[in-house]
């Protein structure tokens, strides 16, 4: 936006439990989980998250054997700290879909 030469210039700060946060984590924690088995692993990994759920979906070349992509998601989200269903989203109980 300008305003007779002048700028305004905006930006999104989130803390660790926003889902894009989260999601973030997430596809960084899958990246990571292939890359530790193949260095030549190609990891296209998106995420989603809602109420209950969360969504893998991408692209993964690799020699190596697939990992656990729900362990890894429930694992990062227990590390972030949802940790009981009454958050109306926990590790426990959220749904894990993954198509990669």
Do not use: W
């Not at 893998?56 to 694992?75: F, H, L, Q, W």
């Not at 590390?79 to 926990?90: C, L, S, W």
């Amino acid at each position: 936006m300008s305003i007779k030469g002048r700028h305004l210039f905006t930006s999104e700060s989130v803390t660790e439990g926003h889902p894009d946060k989260i999601c973030d984590q997430i596809s960084d924690a899958v990246l990571d989980a292939f890359l530790a088995n193949d260095p030549n692993a190609r990891v296209a990994c998106e995420v989603a998250v809602a109420t209950g759920l969360v969504l893998v979906i991408g692209e993964i070349s690799t020699k190596s054997e697939y990992v656990d992509i729900p362990a890894i998601v429930r694992n990062t989200i227990k590390e972030i700290g949802y940790t009981r269903a009454k958050y109306g989203f926990d590790y426990n109980t959220c749904a894990v879909l993954s198509s990669l």
